[in-house]
């Protein structure tokens, strides 16, 4: 069973299947406003998924025990927050990249922005990355490295993409239905290539790391606790 359709089992009534298509699955998220999120979902490879994610202002719980896997996410549009079973919150905002593993536990989610859009890169440890050093251009990646560059200590981090890497994310959303999946595997290959070459706040400052576990949001003030990581 995949991740996300093992998530819908244990939140089922919040997180339901309504189309499935071959390696396209789209989800229904029922916000506690009574509003609903779109996530539709393809598997590119075995053991690697890219999801993207249209959800309006709102909030849900959420029953989180996913496998031992890296998630990628990038926040085109709006911002979304996490509230964790360590007791700490993530924020994301329009433009970030978040990079978390299942040390995140996922227990509210919440959306408070008009609207969220974004894509999720999921790459499960062991299906996932042997899958990935199967092909050339992720052959030489060593995915344990590139996990704890980019998770952290903590299990999450989030950092401002480059040109480059920003510009890769947005042209996901620039494929058609022409030849879309073949097109969005050479994409995450791209992805996961270019983290590997960059790493993480390299010496370029190719990527530039957020100041982690602050307790104030510094830009807006708005969070009196939690962490922005």
Not at 23 to 32: K, M, N, Q, S
Not at 50 to 66: A, C, M, Q, R, V
Request: charged letters at 25%.
């Amino acid at each position: 069973m995949k991740s996300l359709e093992y998530l819908a089992t244990r939140n089922a009534g919040r997180f339901d299947i309504v189309e499935k298509d071959g390696p396209r699955t789209v989800f229904r998220l029922a916000l506690d406003n009574g509003a609903s999120g779109i996530v539709e979902d393809w598997e590119l490879f075995e053991g690697v998924n890219l999801t993207f994610n249209d959800i309006p202002h709102g909030s849900l719980t959420w029953k989180s025990s996913e496998p031992r896997s890296l998630h990628i996410e990038w926040c085109q549009q709006g911002r979304g927050e996490i509230a964790s079973a360590n007791g700490k919150s993530y924020f994301i905002h329009e433009r970030e990249c978040a990079v978390h593993d299942q040390r995140i536990i996922k227990r509210q989610m919440r959306y408070p922005m008009p609207r969220y859009v974004g894509l999720t890169l999921s790459i499960e440890y062991e299906t996932g990355s042997s899958t990935l050093r199967a092909h050339d251009a992720t052959g030489g990646v060593d995915f344990n490295a590139l996990r704890e560059r980019y998770a952290g200590g903590d299990g999450c981090r989030i950092f401002l993409p480059d040109d480059t890497l920003a510009s890769l994310l947005a042209s996901f959303y620039r494929i058609d239905d022409r030849a879309r999946i073949e097109r969005m595997r050479l994409k995450a290959l791209e992805l996961v290539a270019l983290l590997e070459e960059q790493g993480l706040a390299g010496a370029d400052g190719a990527v530039a790391l957020l100041e982690q576990g602050h307790v104030l949001d510094q830009r807006f003030h708005l969070y009196p606790s939690g962490a922005h990581a």
